[in-house]
């Protein structure tokens, strides 16, 4: 059943679910009699990043980049509700793109360089640099604000606390500062004939080193496709796999999220 603050914001418009990853936050797809889409975003607690985050970066990024515009940002009965106009495509998981598999994946990763030339890191207002990032993982530890059950099997091991002994003893030596997309996964990114036509869920856009998405990004391959495809991810970017960079920035991950 559709939250009751959709038929105040959009009553000419039929919700469907599209998406919920948890009950308090759930995406709709709405559709207008004349056929028209939009997406409605309804966060019922408040969650970080806010709809607030997401709806800010969006409007910054559509001067750049197949972003969805934003239609209304609205607080509403206890509810955060941010609709947006929809983009054409379908996103990475679709069963459509299944057939072929190694495109699919070669277009993630040109779809992600895409998006990291877009513009300059200079003119980007919103930053997740490294200070920032480390600074932002010491209070979380510090504040007893991680709980280590949501770790990747591969950190199972480890604490909070030897979780970020470990990441400030890899700390890399050099930053590659690009705009990133925040949480660069198949599900964010929209394509049609074998090409990126829009990105989605912007509410950790921000400016950060080109590996955080990448190491994010091919991991996320591996989950939804497989590991085997992985290598095809970087390919597609057009950059060789970075074994410490991608072990930093997963454990980054873990930690900031």
Do not use: Q
């Amino acid at each position: 059943m559709p939250p009751p603050v959709l038929a105040d914001l959009a009553p000419e418009w039929v919700a469907t679910l599209a998406y919920a990853l948890v009950p308090e936050l759930t995406t709709w797809r709405l559709t207008h009699p004349d056929g028209s889409m939009r997406f409605a975003k309804v966060d019922t607690t408040g969650r970080y990043p806010s709809l607030h985050h997401e709806a800010e970066r969006m409007v910054w990024a559509a001067a750049y980049l197949l972003v969805p515009a934003v239609v209304l940002l609205e607080e509403l009965d206890g509810s955060t509700v941010l609709i947006t106009e929809g983009l054409p495509g379908r996103d990475a998981t679709d069963p459509v793109w299944r057939g072929d598999l190694p495109r699919l994946v070669t277009a993630l990763g040109r779809g992600l360089a895409v998006f990291h030339g877009a513009v300059g890191e200079e003119w980007c207002p919103f930053r997740f640099d490294l200070d920032r990032a480390l600074d932002h993982v010491e209070r979380r530890v510090a504040t007893d604000d991680i709980d280590p059950a949501g770790f990747h099997p591969e950190h199972a091991d480890l604490t909070p606390a030897s979780a970020l002994a470990r990441l400030l003893a890899t700390v890399p030596d050099t930053e590659d500062l690009v705009v990133c997309h925040g949480d660069y996964c198949p599900p964010n990114v929209l394509l049609s004939d074998g090409a990126v036509t829009g990105y989605v869920d912007l509410g950790e856009l921000g400016v950060a080193d080109r590996w955080w998405d990448i190491a994010i990004g091919g991991w996320s391959v591996g989950w939804n496709f497989g590991g085997e495809f992985e290598h095809i991810f970087y390919e597609g970017y057009g950059i060789a796999a970075d074994p410490d960079r991608i072990g930093f920035h997963r454990l980054l991950y873990d930690l900031v999220s």
